[in-house]
Structure formats: structure tokens, C-alpha cells
């Protein structure tokens, strides 16, 4: 086994300085299109995290009357409390929300100064986020046949059911955008890698005749193939790794110091980014070399 194992390196170590310049010509193919794809993945993942950022904050706002009850408060608030889609309730006084809507007309601050505690024109509410941002509309309709029962103290419910659509629609598109993108770019890989071990095989196909004339199994005549097949792909995805790793801290560095895109806060960190990536190239790199190779020499053996 030892021999075996020996000999299968030694040969596609053979092999591959036979072919340098195709093999070299395919590990950067492959690179280029591992880092095409490396970009749509870093896109992707960001964008998932920044919508489940965005749907953590998503909510409904159930506003008062401005001469509700304590009572009726006390029991929309048990009322929302006690259903198993909610994941928080907050009450927002009338001060509370005089104050916010303060901090937004900053720029108009006469406007601003004309309001205060005396003539607060701003209404009580519940602000409920949802355990999950696609519940947030069964959660108003809910709450709206509670209203229907009358004498709730509820004048009326603000929910963003366009924003939170369109959010959804926009995730699942970048998703199957990306898997389209995973197929094409996975066929281009496999035909580079396909058509490097092809070469190989043909410039090898007496020798591989011989070896099969005097009893060698095809495993034995197949793993010298499957491993430099598997060393490109690794190749490859180590070089795109690093490629897509200097890209992702290069925009972060330029995000972080421009004043205008405060928004690195919501992207992945680049360790867990980068960490999920080069396992996913590894794998990639390995299976569609392997693959490549395998369909390569499968007709060869035939002989």
C-alpha cells in the first residue's frame, strides 16, 4: 500500500511538470473563476446578514387613542404578551415618543421648539417585534380581529408590508442569483480541469495500454490522475482564497474610513467569512477536479 500510495504521487508529480504550462493555464482559469464566484458568495453572505440585521428590526407599532384607559393598555398588552409569534413587546409613552420625534426634526429645530409636554401631540403605542419578520403580517391580522371586538383603546396599526415584502423578494433573488452563478462557473471549472487531464491521458494512452496488458487495475492506472486532478483544484482555491481575502479587507479598510458608508457594522466579520469560504473552495476545488479527471480517463480504460 505504502509503494501504491508512493508511486500515485511520483506519478502525478510526473505528470504535472510534463504538462506545466497547461496545468498552470488551468489553476489560473480555475482561480479566476473561484474568484468570480468568491465575489457573489461575499455579496450574498453580507446581504444575508444585513437582512436579517434589517428583519430583526422590523415591527409593528400598535398606537393608542389619545384617551385610551389603563386598563385597555394593560390588556392589549397581555393580550400581545401571550401570543407565541411575539418576541418582544415595548410600550413607548407619549414623552418617549415626543423625544424621538424630536431627535428627527433636528434640522428643523423652530418646529421642534414649538412642541413640548403641554400640547405633546404624540400618541402611546406597543412596538411588538416578531420571532420571525415573515409572521409579522399574521401577527397584525391578529391584532386586528382583537381591535374588532370594540373598546381596545387601538386607533390604529403601522406596518410596513411593502418594505418587508420587497426585503424578501430581494433576499430570495440574490439567492437564486447566486446559485445560477455556483452552476455556470462550476461547468467552466470542470471542462478546464476535464480538458488538462484529457491532454495528459492521450499524450499517456500507450503507456496507460501497457500497463493494462499486464494487469494493472484500473484504480491503480486512475489515481495518479484523480490526485493531480485534485491538485490543480486545491491549487486553485488556496490562490483564490487569498485573492478574495485581500479584496474583502481592502473594501472593508475603504468602507470603515468614508464618513458616508457607516455600514461595516452590519457586514460579516472577515474571519467567519473568509473561514467559511475557503472550506466551501476546498471542497469545490477537490470535487470538481477529481470529477474532471474521472470522466477524463474513464474512456482510456476501455481498452
Do not use: W
Not at 185 to 190: C, N, R, T
Not at 192 to 215: D, P, Q
Request: with cysteine; net charge positive.
Amino acid at each position: 500500500m505504502f509503494n501504491l500510495r508512493r508511486s500515485t504521487i511520483r506519478d502525478a508529480g510526473q505528470s504535472l511538470r510534463r504538462n506545466s504550462l497547461m496545468s498552470l493555464a488551468s489553476i489560473i482559469s480555475m482561480t479566476a473563476a473561484l474568484v468570480i464566484l468568491g465575489i457573489f458568495l461575499v455579496i450574498t453572505m453580507n446581504i444575508r446578514q444585513v437582512t436579517q440585521h434589517v428583519e430583526g428590526n422590523l415591527r409593528i407599532q400598535v398606537f393608542m387613542t389619545q384617551n385610551c384607559t389603563q386598563q385597555q393598555k394593560d390588556a392589549l398588552k397581555n393580550y400581545l404578551e401571550q401570543n407565541n409569534l411575539i418576541k418582544s413587546v415595548q410600550y413607548e409613552s407619549k414623552t418617549t415618543a415626543l423625544k424621538n420625534f424630536s431627535k428627527q426634526l433636528d434640522s428643523s429645530s423652530s418646529l421642534a421648539g414649538t412642541i413640548n409636554s403641554k400640547n405633546n401631540p404624540m400618541p402611546e403605542s406597543y412596538i411588538v417585534r416578531a420571532k420571525n419578520a415573515n409572521q409579522l403580517g399574521k401577527i397584525k391580522s391578529q391584532i386586528e380581529k382583537y381591535n374588532q371586538q370594540g373598546n381596545t383603546g387601538i386607533e390604529y396599526i403601522k406596518y410596513g408590508r411593502d418594505y418587508i415584502q420587497a426585503l424578501t423578494n430581494f433576499s430570495h433573488f440574490i439567492n437564486m442569483f447566486c446559485l445560477f452563478v455556483v452552476i455556470v462557473l462550476s461547468v467552466i471549472s470542470y471542462f478546464l480541469i476535464y480538458n488538462t487531464i484529457k491532454l495528459t491521458v492521450f499524450a499517456r494512452r500507450k503507456e496507460i495500454g501497457i500497463m493494462k496488458y499486464v494487469g494493472a487495475t484500473d484504480n491503480y492506472i486512475r489515481a495518479p490522475f484523480l490526485l493531480e486532478g485534485a491538485f490543480l483544484g486545491i491549487i486553485a482555491a488556496l490562490a483564490a482564497t487569498l485573492a478574495v481575502r485581500t479584496g474583502y479587507y481592502y473594501v472593508l479598510g475603504y468602507l470603515s474610513g468614508n464618513a458616508l458608508l457607516p455600514i461595516t457594522a452590519n457586514l460579516a466579520s472577515p474571519s467567519a467569512l473568509i473561514g467559511k469560504i475557503v472550506i466551501f473552495f476546498l471542497a469545490y476545488g477537490i470535487l470538481i477536479g477529481t470529477i474532471g479527471s474521472h470522466v477524463a480517463i474513464r474512456k482510456f480504460l476501455d481498452v
